[in-house]
Nanobody
Framework: VQLVESGGGSVQAGGSPRLSCAAS????????MGWFRQAPGKEREAVAT????????NYAGSVKGRFTISQDNTKNTVYLQMNSLKPEDTAMYYC??????????????????WGQGTQVTVSS
């Protein structure tokens, strides 16, 4: 299984980058995939998850209304559209996927597969 993220970088506050996560070697349908982030000195936290079977989504309170997770089933790809970025959104962002369970959680330990991460740095 390989998860490859792209789309990070340095942006100004208020910017709207989109992260992509392309999954290969993974039975994409009917699984939970998510975006997590980790800032220096902080624990990894769930940002958004999506159950690909129904496209049902869940968001952390800190990003709700600003970030949108979506999927493209034809490309086995999950996206994270980030709007109205704030300096506190600065972190390494990771794509993750659960191996078997057909439901979503927000615990990093429940996810078996991880991408290499993409850095998002927001300047004020």
């Amino acid at each position: 299984v390989q998860l490859v993220e792209s789309g990070g970088g340095s942006v100004q506050a208020g910017g709207s980058p989109r992260l992509s996560c392309a999954a290969s070697g993974y039975a994409y349908s009917g699984k939970c995939m998510g975006w997590f982030r980790q800032a220096p000195g902080k624990e990894r936290e769930a940002v958004a998850t999506i159950y690909t079977g129904l496209a049902s989504t869940n968001y952390a309170g800190s990003v709700k209304g600003r970030f949108t997770i979506s999927q493209d089933n034809t490309k086995n790809t999950v996206y994270l559209q980030m709007n109205s970025l704030k300096p506190e959104d600065t972190a390494m962002y990771y794509c993750a996927a659960r191996r078997r369970a057909a439901y979503c959680t927000t615990k990093p330990s429940d996810f078996s597969y991880w991408g290499q991460g993409t850095q998002v740095t927001v300047s004020s």
